[in-house]
């Protein structure tokens, strides 16, 4: 295994992550969507899963991410949200289980895109719009779960 030694290189491992990411939302969101009894929550899901397919798309098109490797974050983060899916009572028990898989997916997004923009900003600022329009919808839908975990899983000790 070579080491990434520019920051140029690390962007471009960055960005190659945030697709595989991105990859993993377009491919397992459906089930999760299904498996909730909250029409709403149902809707965010759907929703984000249409932002999946648009900020792949971007990150398409502002980079050359061919070959990307696995993303082991994501992939452990859909595992659980596939289990909880699958191990809590339907209703109310399930629907906050997934918002909470569904937020732990959105902050390491959303960390990622972070990173990302801090090093495009030197190295590639041509990619800031892009990332940055991904951002904010994560951003947006990460805001959307938390309202609905109030709603669903109960008053929020923090605000």
Known sequence: MSLTASRAALLHV??????????LLIERLSPLAEATASTPLRKVIERDQANA???????????????????LWMSGIMDDADRDACSHQRGSIRDTALIGALRKAKSAELVSIETAMALA???????????????????????????????????????
């Open 121 to 159: 900003g030197s190295e590639a600022p041509e990619m800031l719009p892009s990332l940055s329009a991904n951002h904010a919808e994560d951003r947006a839908t990460e805001t959307k779960l938390a309202r609905l975990l109030g709603t669903i899983g109960g008053q929020l000790p923090v605000s």
């Open 14 to 23: 960055a960005l190659q992550d945030l697709r595989a990411g991105k990859q």
């Open 53 to 71: 397919r648009r900020h792949a798309a971007r990150l398409d098109d502002i980079a050359d991410l061919e070959g990307a490797p696995s993303n």
